[in-house]
C-alpha cells in the first residue's frame, strides 16, 4: 500500500490502512501472562503474521527498513515521529510493505536487507512491489 505525498495526507491515508488486517502489539515491558518476559523484551506471540516494510522520507526520499506485527500502529508511531530513527527523515510515505508468517522470520529479512545497503536493489524491490529474500 502507498501512501499520498503532501504531509497534510499522512493522517487521512493512515486511516486508509485500517482495511489492513491488524494484529496487537504489546510495547515493551507490558505485563503478560508469562512472568518469564522481562522489561526489556518485546512480548509477542511468535505465530503471529508480520510485516517487513520500506518507509521512504518526502523529504530527502531516504529509505527505512523495518518490521513489526502490527503495521498500523508502528506507522503511526514513525508519522508522529516517536521512532528516533526515522524522526529526521518525517514526513514519511509506507511504500512496501510484505507479510510473513512469523516476526522471527520478518526481522531476518530485514536484516537481510539492511546489509544490502545499495540503493538501487532497494529501487528494484520496490519497482517489482516484492522481497524477493528468503527468511531464517
Not at 13 to 21: F, G, I, K, T
Not at 43 to 53: C, P
Not at 56 to 78: A, E, V
Request: glycine share 8%; net charge positive.
Amino acid at each position: 500500500m502507498s501512501f499520498g505525498g503532501q504531509p497534510g495526507e499522512v493522517e487521512n491515508e493512515a486511516r486508509a490502512l485500517n482495511s489492513v488486517p491488524t494484529l496487537q502489539m504489546l510495547e515493551v515491558g507490558t505485563p503478560t501472562s508469562d512472568d518469564s518476559v522481562g522489561t526489556s523484551e518485546l512480548s509477542i506471540n511468535k505465530e503471529q503474521m508480520a510485516y517487513v516494510y520500506i518507509l521512504q522520507s518526502l523529504k530527502n526520499g531516504r529509505y527505512y527498513i523495518g518490521s513489526t506485527i502490527d503495521i498500523n500502529q508502528r506507522f503511526l508511531w514513525h508519522s508522529k515521529g516517536r521512532v528516533i530513527s526515522t524522526k529526521k527523515l518525517l514526513p514519511v510515505k509506507l511504500i512496501l510493505q510484505q507479510e510473513y508468517p512469523t516476526i522471527s522470520i520478518a526481522r531476518s529479512i530485514e536484516n537481510k536487507l539492511k546489509k544490502f545497503k545499495r540503493r538501487d536493489f532497494i529501487n528494484k524491490i520496490i519497482r517489482e512491489g516484492k522481497i524477493k529474500i528468503r527468511g531464517a
